[in-house]
């Protein structure tokens, strides 16, 4: 049976139904992640964060319409050189900065979100790290889509929103749930919110566990983009979060699950049909793909630091061999590995 709270801080009520699915998802998501707390003590963990900030920072960039690959982010994280509109590369530059922040920022500290802000947004727009000082409506091509409140009542709707994030009872996975919603809907910035607001909804949880600071949980936002916008539009119709939140929850609960793996350089089984000719960065794509089958040929290159063709090639002779089956489409799709082409463990 569906809850619905009404948890009250300095009169400011958000509404929202918990559903029994969100119930359900919020004990699994407890359970297993210590399962993948342990996967980030592993011997690769080092190199699975950087490919975790890389993957988090041209997801979240890429839902604005940032148009750079993963390899053209992880460039400028090692500070190579990219030919890109300037604004583009301006956003990821900004982005590194606010995630180089991220331990230092606290999720409770409305002063912190306006600083994250000000990162985030720095030679993007006037108004970085301050509050709208006018109208703002959100569009798509059929129209407005949401008008948010006035300008004059946005430092006092967010002042509630972070009193009751700070004092309610309710679990904090389901805080940031309703935290993410809430701050879309009151959009408090010009330009930005989408970003800020996936941003802090992280920022709370590795406050829950520190693990999330490694969980590219906007990578799966990404990958079901139109999912998210249909949630929170339906969120803001029923006028309760609680459409919002089930989606949320269960895109953590796939993103824990997809990474609490097997480390990067496990040893891997050599196929049945081709012992001798399966090369060692053959053998490392598979233990990528076993651990993650959603990573793309870019998150690939950038973990064993080749170029994008030479995965390209390598993944096209494991499908060759009967190794390796690409299930679905390009972006939503995932790699398949063909247990009959392998040696049993």
Known sequence: MAVKKTNTYNGYKPPFTLSAKAVGLVADIAAQMERFAIRMEQSDALRLRKVNRIKTIHSSLAI?????????????LDGRTVVAPIREIQEVKNAI??????????????????????????????????FRRGGVGVYSESGLVHMAPPADR???????????????DDHLLVRSCVFHYEFEFIHPFIDGNGRMGRLW?????SRWHPAFAHLPVENMVYSNQQAYYDAIAQSTKQGDCGPFIDFM?????????QHKGEPLDAPVNAPVNAPVNISKRQ???????????YTTYDEMATTLDVDRSTITRNIAALKEMGILIRIGEDKNGYWKLN???????
Do not use: C
């Not at 604005?64 to 400028?76: K, Y």
């Not at 606290?106 to 301050?130: C, Q």
């Open 283 to 293: 053998a490392a794509i598979i233990d990528i793909l076993r651990n993650n089958p």
């Open 249 to 257: 929850l269960e895109e953590i609960h796939k993103s824990v699950l």
């Open 97 to 130: 900065r606010v995630y180089d922040e991220f331990e230092k920022l606290d999720p409770f500290s409305m002063d912190d979100l306006l600083r994250a802000h000000g990162l985030m947004m720095s030679a993007l727009t006037d108004d970085a790290g301050h």
């Open 339 to 345: 247990k009959k082409s392998l040696l049993p463990s």
């Open 154 to 168: 946005v430092h006092g709707l967010m002042s509630d929103l972070f009193g009751w994030l700070k004092n309610a």
């Open 201 to 205: 909804q992280s920022l709370i949880l």
């Open 64 to 76: 604005e319409g940032n148009n750079l690959r993963e390899s053209e982010v992880a460039d400028i």
